[in-house]
């Protein structure tokens, strides 16, 4: 049984950037949530997607957006990367946009520099 | 590997004994309760959840105590063991809103 994977790993990239970041769900999950988490924080909410849909949206700015494709896997975008925006992003799974049974994957460490 | 948290609470226990994390909560309207283990480099692993019409919960080496009164949840681990060191972190949702993650407190075990 496949659990959520996330592409890549680590990324460096340069202030004013733009990044993508890559997420497949758990097999048989449609739902797909990113979250941000600094260093020495809880992760914290940016949107879902559900249904190839934004659902749900954290106190994030635009610059943040993401895509569901039809086999659910998603991407999260960031343009105008700030130094602040390094941090851990996670990606979590779960069953018709229910949140209480969420499967998270690894991360992405996004370090601007 | 990497840091996931350095300036949390840290709980220090002896292998073998009991540990106790504590977590307040905010939302009266939340109505499932979650606590994730998350190791150095990893994301947040599920551990154990409760529903708001429960107060007490059972899993292995695992108890989840909520109080809803005092808005308060507890993670007690029993017989605490080296695998257990990491950072816990509880949540709270409604069921279909996004998790909010509380302040995380650092585990560690000393052998």
């Known amino acids: 049984d496949a659990g959520v994977t996330q592409s890549p790993t680590h990324l460096i990239k340069t202030r004013g950037q733009q990044v993508t970041l890559r997420c497949s769900p758990k097999s048989g999950h449609d739902t797909v949530s990113w979250y941000q988490q600094a260093l020495g924080q809880g992760p914290q909410f940016i949107f879902q997607y559900y249904e190839e849909e934004e659902r749900q949206r954290g106190n994030f700015p635009d610059r943040f957006s993401g895509h569901q494709f039809p086999n659910y896997s998603s991407e999260l975008n960031v343009n105008a990367l700030l130094l602040g925006d390094s941090a851990l992003y996670l990606c979590?799974?779960?069953?018709?946009?229910?949140?209480?049974?969420?499967?998270f994957g690894p991360g992405t460490r996004l370090t601007v520099t | 590997g990497e840091s996931v948290g350095l300036h949390l609470p840290t709980l220090s226990v002896q292998e073998g004994d009991n540990s106790i994390i504590n977590c307040a909560y905010s939302n009266s309207a939340s109505d499932y309760f979650i606590w994730y283990k998350q190791e150095s480099g990893k994301g947040p692993q599920f551990i154990i959840d409760?529903?708001?019409?429960?107060d007490k919960r059972q899993g292995q080496r695992v108890t989840v105590l909520l109080n809803k009164t005092v808005k308060h949840l507890s993670l007690q681990i029993a017989a605490t063991q080296p695998g257990d060191s990491a950072v816990y972190f509880c949540a709270e949702t409604q069921g279909n809103t996004p998790l909010v993650f509380g302040k995380g407190t650092r585990l560690s075990v000393i052998a």
């Open positions: 409760i529903r708001s019409n429960m």
């Open positions: 979590a799974s779960s069953l018709d946009g229910i949140t209480y049974e969420q499967y």
